[in-house]
C-alpha cells in the first residue's frame, strides 16, 4: 500500500511524497508513479509472455507434428521402396551367385567322374594285361583251361550276369591270350570270336561248354576236346532257323 503525501511550501515547486510500505521511508511521487506502473507492467507482461509462450509453443508444435507426420508419409514410403528395391535386387544377386557355383560344381564333379573312369579302365587293362598277358604266352594249357573256364556257360550278357567283372574278363582275356587274326569260320579277329559268342548266347539257351581232355601236338600246338549242349528255343527257330 502507498500513502501520498503532498506539502505546499511557499518558494520553490510543489513536491510530493509516499512512504514505501516495506521500508517506510518516503520517496518523489514521480518516482512511486514509474516504479508502480513498472510493477504493474512487468506483472502483465511476465503472464502475458508466457501466455503467449505457452500459446505459441503449441501452436508450433503442432505445426511441427503435422510437418512430420506429412514428411513422414511422403518420405518413408519412398526410403521403404528404395529398402525394398535394393534387397530384391541382393536377393537376386545373391541367387545368381549361388546357381553359378551349383553349376560349376556340377561341372567339376563330372569331369572328375569322366577322370576316374579313365582311370578304372586303364587300370582294369593293366589288370588283365598282367593277370593273362604273361601267363597265356608262357602256358599254352594254361590258356586252354582259363578259356573254358570263362565261356562254360557262353558269353555272359550284361543284364544277366550280376558281376560286371566276369564280363570284362571274358573280353579282355580273348583280346590278350588270342592272336589278333584269329580265324572262326570265315571270318577273323577277336572281335569276330567275340561276336559269335554273343549269338551263341543270345539264340541258344542254357549253354554247357565243358573240357574234356588236352592231347599235345608237334610245333606247340594243342588239341582240346570239348563237350557243347544247349537248349533250341523260340528264339533259335526265328534267327537261326528263319524258315
Known sequence: MLVLESSNREFGPSSKTYTHPEGGHHLPLAQALEASSRRLAAAFTQKRDLTELYGAQSEQMSVLASCAISNSMIIKPRRKRLQTQRRREQCRNNQARYRARQRESVHELQERVEQLREEVQNLSATRHTLCYGVQTKNNIWHVVVEYFRLFRYGYLAPMSEPNPSNLRDQEWFLRSAMSPDIVIGE???????????????????????QLKGMEEQPFGALVATASFSFTITETSLRHVFPH
Open 187 to 209: 571270318q577273323s579277329g577277336v572281335d569276330a570270336l567275340i561276336e559269335q559268342w554273343r549269338r551263341y548266347s543270345t539264340y541258344f539257351g542254357n549253354l554247357n561248354f
